[in-house]
């Protein structure tokens, strides 16, 4: 067990719908970082938050954004979904800002219909 | 920007013979190199690191020493078991910036009894 959880574990929705994933980091960790993973594209970073603010954007989509509350858990927030965005996506969380491992939670998998 | 390239899998093994999954990467710098490992159904959990120059990273009789000259992590382990079935990522983390980790591909090790 990572210590980072996510909800919810599965989750299937039409096209054009729009979901939240949560993640809540390891106690202490101020870093969350989203990805991406898929059979063609592998594991893609899509965002990092440090402490509440944004740090870093990857390969996130316009119509993909998320936030880190005071309390350190971060949702991510996938809208006009369409089938291409089924996937499965995963939080990471790391103590600090730096070269540093990253432990990741179980992962959500999403199914768009 | 960086990459890190892994040979591509499945790679099948019968149980006790010798493992070697290959990894080389472009990067500035001095990043810190790592070896994640993903089981069927869940998210990546570090299997080993290392951050500088001839470092060797160990765990659970996996081994990876990194190469600066030949801009390589190589992961190795003496006799695999069953129960090392399971997808292997390389990655490293930049020494400055923005510190977001690029992952391979991943590897999809497969052993049989």
């Known amino acids: 067990d990572s210590g980072v959880t996510q909800t919810p574990k599965h989750l299937i929705t039409a096209t054009g719908q729009r979901v939240t994933l949560r993640c809540s980091p390891r106690?202490?960790?101020?870093?969350v970082y989203w990805y991406q993973q898929s059979l063609d594209q592998g594991l893609q970073f899509l965002i990092q938050?440090?402490?509440?603010?944004?740090?870093a954007k990857g390969n996130i989509l316009e119509r993909f954004s998320a936030q880190q509350f005071p309390d350190l858990h971060s949702e991510l927030n996938l809208s006009s979904l369409e089938l291409g965005d089924s996937a499965l996506y995963f939080c990471?969380?790391?103590?600090?800002?730096?070269?540093?491992?990253?432990?990741f939670g179980p992962g959500t998998r999403l199914t768009v219909t | 920007g960086n990459s890190v390239t892994q040979m591509e899998g499945p790679v099948t093994l019968s149980e006790e013979a010798f493992l070697t999954i290959n990894c080389t990467y472009t990067?500035?710098?001095?990043?810190?190199l790592f070896w994640y490992v993903q089981y069927p159904g869940e998210g990546l959990q570090l299997l080993l690191k290392?951050?500088?120059?001839?470092d060797k990273g160990s765990n659970k009789g996996f081994e990876a020493t990194y190469r600066k000259e030949t801009t390589s992590f190589h992961l190795e382990k003496g006799s695999v078991q069953v129960s090392d079935s399971a997808v292997y990522f390389c990655?490293?983390?930049?020494?400055?910036?923005?510190?977001?980790?690029?992952f391979g591909r991943g590897t999809s090790l497969i052993v049989h009894p």
């Open positions: 290392a951050t500088k120059a001839d």
């Open positions: 990471a969380s790391s103590p600090r800002q730096g070269p540093y491992e990253q432990y």
């Open positions: 990067a500035t710098g001095y990043p810190s």
């Open positions: 938050y440090y402490n509440g603010e944004e740090r």
């Open positions: 106690s202490g960790d101020l870093s």
């Open positions: 990655a490293l983390t930049p020494s400055g910036g923005s510190y977001i980790p690029t």
